[in-house]
Each structure stands twice: as C-alpha cells, then as structure tokens.
C-alpha cells in the first residue's frame, strides 16, 4: 500500500475513532460508577438516533433535533437506571448481565417495531465539501471527530471543575464516604447513566450517516467500542478517547490490507487480546480484589 | 438534649452486636465512648448514622432519625469520621476537603472553611493538590476531620482518630478538637482506645462491653475510678 | 436419586416414546427440536449454570457442531450418525481450548469476550476464503434421514420424522443421563464450588484451572451435539442463522428454565421452541421485545427460573419449611 493511501486510512480512521471513543466514553462512565458494562449502550444509541430522525423528519432542524435529543437521552439514560438497573444492582453479575442482555433485545426490537427494518439515510449537518480542496478526509468525517473532541471537552471539565462532577467521582470511587458527606448515591448513579446515554446518542448520531440508520447499525460500533474501552483502561476516560482513535485506524488500516469481510472478527481479536495480554489496558491500573 | 439513644439494638445479618443501648449528649458536650476491641462501639456510630439496620429510639436534635438514610442524617448536621478514615484516596487533599462541604449552599463561606482548615492543619495545605491516598496516616486523619468540620456539623462523631498515629500527632489532634468543641460549639461523641488522652478531653464517659454500656459519668470521675483504671487506662 | 423422580423420569420417557403416535409430523418435528434445544441449553448449564462462567457465545459452539456435521455430510458422504460423535469431539477441543484463555477473564469480560465471538460468528462463517466448505452465504442442504430399512423389515413402520424423533430422543437421554451422573458427583459438586467461591475452592485442592477448561469443552460438546442434531433436523446450515440472537435464546432457555438445573434445560427448551410462535402472535412486529421482557421479569421475580420454582413448591406441598439463608 502506497504511503499516500495508508495516510488516507489512518485519516479516516482517526475521524471514525473519533465516534468509538463517544461510546467507549459512555461505557467508561457507566463502568467507573457502577463496575458493570452496559452491553445496551449500542442500542440505546441507536434508540436515541431514531429519535432524533423522527424529530427531523417532523420538521425540526438538524441542530434542534440535535440537543433535543441529547436532553431525552439524558432523561432516559436516568430513568433506565433508576427503574431497570436499580432492582439488580447488588445481585450476581450473571443476573446484572442477563438485565443488560434483555434491555439490549427489547430496544432493538421495538426500534424495528416502530420504524421498521428498512434502511434510512441521516443527514449530516457538516458541509458537502472541505475548503481549499482537502480530500483527505470526509467533511462529515473531519466534523463528528471535531463534535466527539467538544464532548469531551465539556465532560472533562464538567467532572473536573464542577462541585456536581466532584460528587459523581466521589459516588463512584467510594459511594459509603460519599453517603457519609451527604451524597445521595442513587442520583448519582442515575446522573452518571443519562450523561453516559446522551454521550452515546452523539456518538449514534455521529456514526449513523456513515453506516446509515438501521436498528443493527451498532452491533460493529459497539463492539469496536468495547475494544477500545479495554485497550484504554476500562476506567480511563482518557483512555477510551485514546483507545477509540487506535481501534479506528486499525480497523481501517486492516480493512485495506485484508478486506472488509472479517471487520468484526478483528474487534473480537482484539478483545480477547486485549483481556488476556493486558487486563487493565494501556492506561488502568490493575485491578487486585480482595478475597 | 442533642443526641437521646434508647435501647438501641443492631445486627449484621443475624448476629446481633449491640443489645439495647442508652445513651444521652447535651449540646457543646464532649462525650467519650470507651471499650475493649469487639465491644460494639464502631457499630454504635454507624447505627447513628444509618449504615446498619437497628431497632431502638434515636433523637437527634427532637428529632427520630433511625428510619433516616445516611446522606438524610448527615444534612441534619452529623458528621461521621469513619474508622479507617473514608478518605476517597483517588482525589486530591482539596478535593476531599470540597466534598466535606458538598451539601452547603453559600460558596464564599465554603471557601473560607477551607482557609480555615488549613489554618487548623498546615499540612493539609502544603499537600493541597496531592492525592489523599498518597498521604501519611496521620495527614489522612487530619484530612478526615477536617472535611467532616467542612460540613460545619453540630454533632461530631469520631471512630478512634488516635489509630495508628504518633503521640505527638494525636495530642496535636485532641488539642484541635477541643478548640473546635470550645470555639465552635461542635458536640463531639468520641470513640476511643486511648481511654486516658479521651477521658482528658471529654467531659462525659460511657463505658461498653459486648455491646451494652456497663458504666456512665462524668469523665473525671471515670478517671479515678480504680476499676476503670486498671481495665482501660492499664495503671 | 430418589423413588419418586425415578418414576417421574420414567412416567415422561414413556410419553415421549408415544408423542410421535399422537402427533402431526409437523409437531413430531418440533418436538425433536426441543430435544436438541435441551441438549444445547444443557451444555450452556454445564459452563454457566454450574460453573459459574458466563457465556453468552454458545451460539458459535452450536454452529461449530451444525456446520461439522454438515460439511462431512455434503463434502465427505458420511452418514448422518456419524457425524455426531465427530462434531462431539470437535466441539469438545474447540471448548476445550476456548477455555484456556478464558481461565484468565471474570464473570463480566468472560461475558464480553464470549458476546463478542457470538457476535462475530456469522462473519467467520460466511468468510470466502472459507467458503468452499462453508458454502458462503447460502449455506449448505443436507438430505433428510430415512429410518433404517431393518425396521421396515421388523415391521415397525416410522416415517423421516417419527425416526428423526426417536434418533434424537436416543441421544437426548444418553446424553442427560451422562450429565446427571456425572453432575451429582465430585466433578459437579467441584463445578459449584469453583462457582460459588474460587479462591477457596482453589485452596481445597480443586484443580479450578483444569476443571474450568474442561466445563468450557464439556459444555460445547453438548451444545455442538445440539448444533450437529439441529442441522439434520432442520436440513440445512447458512451463516445468518447462527448469530448473536442464538446465543441470546440459549441464554433466555437457561435462566428461564433454571440454572444448574438437568429439569431446567427441558423447561427451557420448550420456553425458547414455543414462546417465540406465541409471542410472534402477540406482537407481530416486535417478539424480541416480549422476550426481552420476559428476560427481565424472570431476573425480578424468578432468580431460579421454573425449575427452582417448581423445586420449592414441591418442597413447601411435601411440608419442608421454606429455605432461609444463613
């Protein structure tokens, strides 16, 4: 491969890294605050994408349609905490999963359910072409890495500067001190399940002109976001970013070497190598529990 | 009266720890709660708290508030110095200190707080942007109590803040408490080992043994008493 | 075991041996299904139930199994019966050596990992480099059994289904009995006991790195056996039934029917051959939901699934005060 084309991947999959790094930042979240991954967070990405292709198509415009439904993200995220999530929260992890599993199934399929299996474009709100000619990337491309970079700008500073982060980092590193100040833990944990979901309904928004709005659209996104969660460090947001970029070049980088067929076989390598090699990732700490 | 504790019980599970406790605190006191380890006495200040399941009367202030959540309690003005200090190790001194103050509303008096904790504990300050898990025991136990004071608390409750420290550190600490308690008007209910620097410092002693309270007075008199003595102060 | 399950296990022998009489062909087939279903959901069990390993990747060992069996049927000539014990082993070493990794992954990223290969499956499987066996997207046909003409020449008279039945039923209760023998014993009370605690079932003596590998290969022997059954059942393998969705069933089938639970896998296999017809009916356009649904109810409400709650039933009719917990 010529240096000119692998530039032109490393590129574009920086640009979709960008997208894996807003849901591998939602999985981060939810992990930090609670220990668990949420296998839903693809699909509830994918709802919230819906919804905000059902807000355009009622005649909404793109921006509106945008942060309206990072706000019913936001909501809903909390809702599901507080009424799916709560119920299990200290039961044993097969049952946590199973939950997870199920909310997974349910939001896919009352997705097709509601707006059917048929394929639909979404629009971009970025111009059709760069200027001064730059072909390098997409403009879509160029911008969703620019909106994914201003997310996590306002989550960063959010956690770091604001009394209200602070809280949400204290719940989750140790919630029994937390309680001991006055935090009530609950909303915490609900708090950080809405920001996780309104990260994620970005991402979906992002992601869908790129491989058009289907209730499967996440299924590769999710994976490729776990891949790049562990790669990071399960509970380093920095880590996910980081993660996020590496996981998109590789994939395109591989996919121009040995095709497209196996795109989610090179996720589920890297995956189980990431667990075996290097559990804690590139940037966590390693983990020891206590017998 | 403050704080009225009657037959208060608690277990863990289905092992029951303490059997019906009394136990009363005028406002301003410093009353100190002594006994052997095993005893009970860290159970009782979590039963004050709300972080185990009991039976039993709590007032606080007039108020019941044994039914109360922890973070429901703790807005009331009870703040709890845990043993092992609870300090979240993963955030910076300050951090800490900001979150001790998390459920009040007036910024500018937080921010005066904090100077005035520093006041209290230099060292705090030097180590302001260090991470608390990186502290000394000693530094960890200042940084406890003082974000427990961030809360501007009128009950104070301390689980053996002597632990593990030098002695020179822990008079260091009683001689700050008693300021507090004096300046301040913070009621101190003190858990304590170190019976004799406890019994020095409060004005009220009870005495728990496997989860009942076995003696009660003034904490002078506790300290001559020669069973007393002989048990807790080992002379 | 005691008198009364010995009678009860007989009593629905029997009915099984009859149901092909009574049925229609078509139901004749459905019930073979859910002997296949019971015998995968056994070997999630095995890994899951018992041991305490999640996995929600079975849907690759089943399909590992279907395609085995149908690649040495089409490509090799074998006979249908051959292929079991061949598509067995395979899925033992496939297991087997799926579990060594997944020594080193927890509860959670074992999850992970295993979602991710159930994910990926239908890829692999529809891979062009491997497509000259696979049969790409379109999958392989497979010839339907005929009974054995020696019974014909018996005199008992059985058409393709009733014989497919009865093949099926013959593997189901070799392979029930050989899990039931095998999970009352050490080897099963060692499985719980890695489950339930690991460092101290590790201080016991218990091998937990060999006992957990060998659950891993065990467990896909049975759900590849499943998978190899299915396949002749069903006449045909394509990549796209066999993704993530698979795995998804099997996982309803055992927390429904009831985890480390031998009477559990049954429960659960009629649940997932069954409930998805009702639930189509229910909802044409979204069942998955109501399965989800139904997932989720059964966290809440039913921790042991119908077999754990026939369990208690029968001890609270027989008497017995209800469990308490230490």
């Known amino acids: 491969m010529s240096a000119e084309a692998l530039l032109l991947q490393v590129a574009s999959g920086l640009a979709t890294g960008g997208i894996y790094a807003s849901l591998a930042l939602a999985l981060v979240m939810i992990y930090r605050a609670t220990h668990l991954v949420n296998f839903a967070q693809g699909e509830m990405a994918m709802f919230c994408t819906y919804i905000a292709w059902s807000l355009m198509n009622a005649g909404l415009g793109y921006w509106t349609a945008f942060f309206a439904t990072v706000a019913i993200a936001f909501v809903l995220g909390m809702l599901i905490e507080r009424i799916v999530i709560r119920p299990v929260e200290d039961a044993p992890v097969l049952s946590v999963v199973v939950v997870f599993i199920g909310l997974l199934v349910i939001l896919n399929s009352v997705a097709g359910w509601i707006f059917t299996y048929t394929i639909k474009t979404f629009p971009s709100p970025f111009p059709a072409e760069l200027p001064y000619g730059i072909r390098l990337v997409s403009p879509h491309q160029l911008g969703a890495l620019a909106v994914t970079m201003v997310v996590l700008a306002l989550l960063y500073a959010f956690f770091r500067f604001t009394a209200l982060g602070l809280a949400m980092r204290a719940a989750a590193q140790n919630p029994v001190s937390s309680r001991l100040v006055g935090i009530r833990v609950g909303w915490m944990l609900a708090l950080g399940w809405g920001l996780a979901a309104a990260v994620g309904a970005v991402a979906g928004i992002m992601v869908a002109p790129i491989v058009y709005l289907d209730p499967n659209m996440m299924s590769g996104t999710l994976l490729y976001a776990f891949a790049a969660a562990l790669l990071g460090g399960i509970e380093s947001p920095g880590g996910a970013v980081v993660g996020g970029l590496i996981v998109g070049v590789l994939e395109n980088v591989l996919g121009a070497l040995i095709g497209n067929e196996l795109k989610l076989v090179v996720a589920l390598v890297l995956i189980v190598g990431v667990l075996l090699a290097r559990p804690s990732g590139l940037f966590g700490k390693a983990q020891v529990t206590r017998v | ?235 | ?326």
């Open chain 3, 1 to 326: 075991m005691s008198r009364r399950m010995l009678l009860l296990t007989l009593a629905l022998l029997a009915i099984a041996c009859a149901l092909p009489f009574v049925l229609t062909s078509y139901r004749t087939f459905q019930a073979a299904l859910v002997l296949v279903y019971a015998i995968a959901l056994l070997g999630l069990n095995i890994v899951t139930g018992y041991n305490g390993q999640i996995s929600l990747g079975h849907g690759a060992f089943y399909a590992l199994g279907a395609y085995c069996s149908a690649i040495l049927m089409d490509q090799a000539g074998l006979p249908y019966w051959a292929t079991i014990p061949i598509a067995g082993a395979a899925c033992l070493v496939a297991g087997f050596l799926f579990g060594l990794p997944a020594l080193r992954l927890e509860g959670l990223y074992l999850a992970l990992a295993t979602f991710a290969l159930g994910v990926s499956m239908p890829q692999i499987l529809k891979y062009h480099l491997l497509e000259k066996w696979t049969g790409g997207v379109q999958g392989i046909v497979i010839a339907k059994p005929e009974p054995p003409a020696a019974l014909a020449a018996a005199g008992l008279r059985l058409d393709a289904d009733q014989w497919l039945y009865f093949f099926v039923l013959a593997i189901a209760v070799i392979m029930f009995l050989l899990a039931w023998n095998l999970l009352r014993g050490r080897v099963g009370r060692a499985l719980v006991a890695i489950r339930d605690h690991h460092t101290a079932a590790g201080v016991m003596g218990i091998n937990t790195a060999l006992y957990k590998s060998l659950a891993f290969g065990v467990s896909a022997l049975y759900t590849g056996v499943a998978g190899a059954l299915g396949a002749i059942a069903v006449q045909f393998v394509a990549p796209d039934s066999f993704n993530v969705l698979l795995s998804i069933t099997f996982l309803v089938g055992i927390v429904v029917g009831g985890l480390a639970s031998l009477s559990g896998a049954l429960f659960g296999a009629l649940f997932i051959q069954f409930v998805p017809n009702i639930a189509d009916e229910l909802s044409k356009a979204a069942p998955w939901a109501i399965f989800g649904a139904v997932l989720i109810a059964f966290i809440y409400l039913m921790p042991s699934g119908v077999a754990g709650a026939l369990r208690a039933l029968g001890a609270r009719l027989a008497g017995q005060p209800k469990e308490t917990r230490p």
């Open chain 2, 1 to 235: 009266m403050l704080l009225e504790v009657k037959g208060l019980q608690a277990s863990y599970g289905a092992t029951p720890v303490l059997h019906g406790v009394d136990l009363a605190m005028q406002e301003g006191s410093v009353t100190t709660l002594l006994g052997a380890n095993g005893a009970g006495k860290t159970t009782f200040l979590r039963a004050l708290c709300g972080m185990v399941k009991t039976s039993g009367e709590v007032r606080f202030a007039g108020a019941r508030i044994e039914r109360h959540a922890t973070e429901d309690i703790v807005r009331l003005g009870v703040a709890h110095v845990p043993d092992g200090r609870g300090t979240f190790a993963g955030l910076t001194t300050e951090e800490n200190l900001r979150l001790g103050g998390y459920t009040r509303r007036r910024a500018r008096e937080l921010e005066a707080d904090l100077e005035r904790m520093y006041g209290y504990f230099p060292r705090l300050k030097e180590r302001r942007a260090q991470q608390a898990g990186t502290l000394s025991g000693g530094e960890q136990q200042m940084l406890a109590v003082s974000r427990a004071l961030m809360l501007r608390p009128k009950l104070l409750l301390l689980d053996e803040p002597s632990f593990g420290l030098a002695p020179l550190v822990v008079q260091e600490l009683f001689r700050i408490l008693g300021a507090v308690n004096r300046e301040e008007r913070v009621s101190i209910l003190l858990v304590e080992q170190n019976a004799a620097m406890a019994l020095a410092l409060a004005d009220r002693a009870y005495l728990m043994e496997t989860g009942r309270i076995v003696r009660s007075g003034a904490a002078a008199e506790l300290q001559r008493d020669d069973a007393v003595r002989r048990a807790y102060l080992g002379y």
